[in-house]
């Protein structure tokens, strides 16, 4: 029983501290140039998908095309101004931050690669635009935050704190935006847009020693729905999974 009344104490101390920093849960993304550009309705929404934003022509036949070229995921559309919200011992300026955004956006490049490389896709990867019945792929990392495992003192710290009291800002969440476009026309052929971080509870330390891990972790999952969102037929049914990072993976 002691146990169990620390845990709950614990998260309910997590939950009062984040709202006292003004963290702000996971929500619908804002819509960057990225996809304003385009002219998409960002309310719009494809139900059996698991995104906050899903839109697909339905004058286009998915099933004519055989080929997908997967661009390098840009950064060129990430929020501005943002950067503290990750500010840890880890990640004390934005130079740091913006080196730790390249190293995200590698990191799924690899993971989208892998994913419509799998025996599963309907589409074949190419690098060749210029091949016939093929559909470009383009993903813009539009916000990043990254979370803090060791302890450090804000330089100018809104509310008193103790020293050595760690930063809560660090709570991992990314957002993205995608388009997918004719690569013979260059006619927009579907968009999606999401914005994700974990649920609210007690941290685990082993789980934080790999302060990136939970961010890798949604680019991660994205690759896979996003692949699986162009095969309707192979899985009907695509569920978004709400992540839970300050908890060890159940072992399968």
């Not at 934005?94 to 799998?118: C, G, I, P, Q």
């Not at 993205?176 to 004719?182: I, K, L, S």
């Not at 789980?207 to 890798?216: C, K, L, R």
Request: hydrophobic share 40%; glycine share 4%; with cysteine.
């Amino acid at each position: 029983m002691p146990h169990a009344t620390h845990r709950i104490a614990a998260a309910a101390a997590l939950v009062l501290t984040l709202a006292s920093c003004g963290v702000t849960p996971p929500g619908g993304p804002v819509p960057t140039r990225f996809l304003a550009s385009t002219g998409t309705d960002m309310s719009q929404r494809i139900e059996r998908l698991p995104f906050d934003h899903s839109w697909r022509d339905p004058k286009v036949s998915i099933g004519k095309y055989k080929n997908i070229v997967v661009r390098p995921v840009t950064t060129a559309f990430l929020a501005e101004g943002k950067w503290e919200e990750s500010r840890s011992a880890e990640i004390p300026d934005e130079r740091t931050y913006k080196r730790r955004v390249r190293a995200l956006s590698k990191h799924w490049d690899k993971s989208l690669a892998k994913s419509f490389t799998s025996p599963v896709c309907v589409f074949y990867k190419t690098s060749d635009a210029g091949k016939p019945d093929t559909l470009i792929l383009e993903v813009a990392l539009t916000e990043a935050r990254f979370p803090g495992s060791k302890p450090v003192v804000a330089p100018v710290p809104a509310v008193p704190v103790k020293e050595g009291a760690p930063l809560t800002t660090g709570v991992p969440l990314c957002a993205f935006e995608a388009r997918v476009t004719d690569a013979a026309t260059g006619k927009l052929v579907s968009t999606a847009a999401d914005r994700r971080g974990p649920d609210i509870a007690v941290p685990d330390p082993k789980a934080q020693q790999a302060a990136v891990s939970p961010n890798e972790a949604i680019c991660d999952e994205w690759s896979r729905q996003l692949m699986e969102s162009s095969n309707i037929e192979l899985f009907p049914k695509v569920r978004r999974r709400w992540f839970n990072f300050f908890k060890p993976a159940a072992k399968s």
